[in-house]
């Protein structure tokens, strides 16, 4: 169980040197998981490992009943009342407070922490960049995560961040994250860079990190 005041980063930090295992959810540290998770919880494992409330199995409410007295109440899948059922599915993506003040969450079956994990930032000058170059960067990469969505692709472990920045940013710039090794980010790349037009990158920044 988790309280609804925790951090994402306590909560990873906790499951990971605890139980090993991860909850897919964001990236922003000091998120507060209450609302984070009730909102859906999606981050750089949702691809692989679905949304935060996926894993969810319960949550405890505070709510106001019509004699306007304040309760506390759990409610789960597994709820024998199908309107506390009906409560409990609210909660999974339907916003925070609106349905009550979650204090606690549970979760269960959450997946394995990744082995490993690769980050890698490039970017492309503006002042080289033609219309041509900028179409076809922004349909390869929409194309290529179009072809590999499904739950089973063995792309599911590749996430990106493609920053189309103002011009007078004088960059833009891609961040790809993958916990299956470095190949998917090496095959969108070189998908990506397939048109001779498209300039080369100016920076490339390699971060891999694993554990056993």
Same mark, same amino acid.
């Given at each position: 169980?988790?309280? $609804?005041? &925790? ?6 930090? #906790? ?6 295992? #991860? ?11 209450? $609302? ?8 750089? =494992? &949702? %691809? ?5 409330? @996926? ?12 004699? %306007?007295?304040?309760?506390? #109440?759990? +409610? ?8 506390? %059922? ?6 999974? /993506? $339907?916003? /925070? ?7 606690? *969450?549970? *979760? ?10 690769? +980050?890698?930032?490039?970017?492309? @000058? ?17 194309? *290529? *995560? =179009? ?5 089973? @692709?063995?792309?599911?472990? =590749?996430?990106?961040?493609?920053? =189309?920045?103002?011009? &007078? ?11 299956? $090794? ?27 990190? &694993?554990?056993?």
């Amino acid at each position: 169980a988790e309280e $609804g005041g &925790s951090r994402l980063w306590n909560v990873y930090e #906790i499951l990971f040197r605890e139980y090993g295992v #991860i909850l897919p959810g964001g990236t922003c540290y000091s998120v507060g998981i209450g $609302g984070h998770v009730t909102g859906g919880g999606y981050g750089l =494992l &949702s %691809r692989k490992y679905g949304l935060s409330v @996926d894993y969810l199995s319960a949550v405890e409410v505070v709510y106001v009943g019509q004699d %306007r007295v304040a309760r506390v #109440i759990r +409610v789960g899948r597994d709820s024998s009342d199908p309107r506390q %059922r009906d409560l409990f599915w609210a909660h999974c /993506g $339907g916003g /925070g407070g609106n349905f009550g003040i979650v204090t606690r *969450f549970w *979760f269960q079956d959450l997946p394995p922490t990744p082995t490993t994990a690769s +980050v890698i930032t490039v970017a492309w @000058d503006w002042a080289s960049m033609t219309r041509d170059a900028f179409d076809f960067l922004v349909n390869t990469y929409g194309a *290529f *995560f =179009l072809e590999h969505n499904g739950p089973l @692709d063995p792309y599911n472990g =590749l996430f990106g961040l493609f920053v =189309l920045t103002h011009i &007078s940013m004088g960059q833009l710039f891609l961040t790809l994250y993958c916990c299956d $090794g470095t190949q998917p980010i090496e095959d969108l790349l070189k998908q990506m860079h397939a048109n001779p037009a498209v300039p080369p990158t100016v920076r490339h920044t390699v971060s891999i990190g &694993s554990h056993p």
